[in-house]
């Protein structure tokens, strides 16, 4: 079954303020990251913000919100692997900063991006 389970997802408060308080962060437009890192079993917590300030429709925040946990989840594994082989756990948050509604393929396209940058982040 294709899903996005609630063991990826990012949900408990004191966990979301300590990635904002003490993350590192990274630009790559349209998306502001945030991430975490600690050791673990190779887990990844997500959490994809699309805020009210750039979109105003709550329909259009849902399918923009609805693509980037498509893109996520079908290219999560590469990371995913190097994680569980490295035995660490991430917190990552995925914020869409555009004004503009991008279709599905540039936000895989930017995932994918984003995927090669982290590894490179925590590599170091």
Do not use: W
Not at 13 to 33: D, H, N, Q, W
């Amino acid at each position: 079954m294709f899903c996005f389970p609630k063991k990826e997802r990012l949900c408990e408060k004191k966990r979301i303020e300590s990635l904002f308080s003490k993350g590192k962060a990274f630009l790559c437009y349209p998306f502001s990251v945030r991430y975490i890192k600690s050791e673990g079993k190779g887990n990844i917590a997500t959490l994809i913000v699309c805020s009210k300030r750039y979109q105003r429709k709550a329909v259009n925040r849902n399918y923009i919100k609805r693509r980037i946990r498509e893109a996520f989840r079908l290219n999560n594994q590469d990371l995913k692997s190097y994680l569980k082989d490295n035995n660490l756990d991430l917190d990552l948050s995925l914020s869409y900063i555009s004004k503009e509604i991008s279709s599905y393929h540039p936000i895989e396209e930017k995932i994918k991006e984003i995927f090669h940058i982290l590894r490179k982040e925590i590599q170091q």
